[in-house]
């Protein structure tokens, strides 16, 4: 079955950078565009960034523009997140998500999320 | 942005009732819109895609209805296993956006 499992969540300081991780299997996983979007405590869901089954595309939102980067290895079946100059209006629950083909009846739906890793950003 | 207003924000309901959930799109997105499940600390299911096709495995009290800027999810026979929250995307633009999301409460 499909399964998409992030790491890296953890504790950092204003300005300082981590790296996430989405480990998929259950797929092939370089047939699928992935998306990465947050939950802040209290808030609505946040799209963050798409990239295209192949790394070659890459779309992000405003608020992370500059300074996340989203990246994949398609031979890990790993999706990243590289996130730099974080904020404390970063701290969310981050989850990867897989994207429907576009030979799918439901294609460009996202159809499967991870259950999403904490970043807490705190001095 | 394509901003998407759900409501209602909260909902208490009884098992057996019909429960109904609304999202509106500030502009159209055709039927470019998903409704999902989740519970606290899980990852969120996918209920409906193109605003009425079930999703594969979901059971058929769930089913959505809309086009254009209304849309709509109705649960017709809420179960123990469906109080949740619910939210709804659109993907009409590869930039999504999310309704703030409705949680269905024991009343």
């Known amino acids: 079955q499909v399964q998409l499992v992030e790491s890296g969540g953890g504790v950092a300081q204003p300005g300082r950078s981590l790296r996430l991780s989405c480990a998929a299997s259950g797929f092939t996983f370089s047939g699928f565009g992935m998306h990465w979007v947050r939950q802040a405590p209290g808030k609505g869901m946040e799209w963050l960034a798409v990239i295209w089954y192949d790394g070659r595309n890459k779309e992000y939102a405003d608020s992370v523009e500059g300074r996340f980067t989203i990246s994949r290895d398609n031979s890990k079946n790993t999706l990243y997140l590289q996130m730099n100059s974080l904020r404390a209006e970063d701290t969310a629950v981050y989850h990867c998500a897989r994207e429907a083909p576009a030979h799918y009846v439901s294609s460009g739906v996202i159809d499967y999320w991870g259950q999403g890793t904490l970043v807490t950003v705190s001095s | 942005d394509i901003q998407m207003t759900q409501s209602p924000s909260t909902l208490s309901a009884s098992v057996g009732d019909r429960v109904t959930i609304t999202c509106r799109a500030s502009?159209?997105?055709?039927?470019?819109l998903a409704w999902y499940q989740q519970k606290p600390g899980k990852a969120p299911k996918l209920l409906i895609y193109k605003a009425s096709s079930l999703a594969s495995g979901v059971p058929s009290r769930f089913s959505g209805i809309g086009s254009g800027t209304d849309f709509t999810l109705t649960i017709s026979s809420l179960q123990p296993d469906d109080f949740a929250t619910y939210f709804c995307?659109?993907?009409?633009?590869?930039?999504?956006?999310f309704g703030q999301g409705t949680k269905v409460e024991i009343k």
């Open positions: 995307q659109q993907y009409h633009r590869y930039w999504r956006t």
């Open positions: 502009q159209s997105i055709s039927s470019w």
